[in-house]
């Protein structure tokens, strides 16, 4: 098969399987999406969205959260992953956001990787959910599940990946392609015990067809 075939028959059968395809990240602004993917990073959604409540009815803004110390933060998120650097990068973020961008989150992925605690990664997840920018966030899920079913070759990097995700999939399908295979990597094709049987893309997987 060659490989825009490939690409095009995974679009097609994720999009019968997965039509609706969204973060499940719970927030109520771009500046909470933001503090909800960077406390992500190496944690479940699950946990973060048993932390951000509190934290957002505490530091609803870029402002409030401006006059937090990292003391202050850490007590709400301290039971997410890395939570002393977590809340450092919080309390930069939010300063920085204030003072240069008006308390308003910047909508271009250069700007926002100036931001403390804000990687490649967490920058394109805010332009493809908070400003439906076409991106293709590349995650531990994106960077397995895409080498596994065959749509990269041995891609050694998440920029590698990227590349070659962003080079095949239409834009406009690329942000909803995120979804689908983080969703896919977090509940079908999981790190230690994929569950093959019941995968729709087990007959075209490379990983499964050896």
């Known amino acids: 098969m060659k490989i825009q075939e490939r690409y095009n028959q995974v679009i097609s059968r994720f999009e019968e399987a997965m039509p609706v395809a969204e973060t499940e990240l719970h927030y109520g602004s771009p500046f909470q999406l933001l503090v909800a993917v960077m406390l992500s990073a190496q944690c479940t959604d699950k946990r973060v969205n048993m932390v951000t409540p509190a934290l957002f009815e505490a530091y609803p803004d870029a402002a409030a ?58 920058a394109n997840v805010m332009a493809v959910v908070a400003f439906e920018q076409p991106a293709m966030p590349v995650d531990t899920h994106v960077f397995r599940v895409s080498n596994r079913i065959g749509l990269t070759c041995h891609s050694k990097t998440p920029l590698e990946t990227e590349r070659t995700l962003t080079k095949h999939i239409p834009p406009e399908k690329l942000s909803k392609a995120h979804h689908w295979l983080i969703l896919h990597g977090r509940y079908v094709c999981q790190a230690r015990r994929p569950k093959c049987g019941e995968c729709f893309l087990a007959d075209i997987c490379k990983y499964n067809n050896g």
Request: glycine content about 6%.
């Open 65 to 122: 959260m401006a006059q937090a110390t990292p003391d202050d933060l850490f007590h709400y998120i301290h039971s997410v992953s890395y939570p002393n650097s977590k809340s450092q990068h919080l309390a930069a973020m939010a300063r920085m956001l204030v003072n240069d961008y008006g308390g308003e989150v910047p909508d271009n992925i250069d700007d926002l990787q100036r931001l403390p605690g804000v990687g490649r990664k967490t």
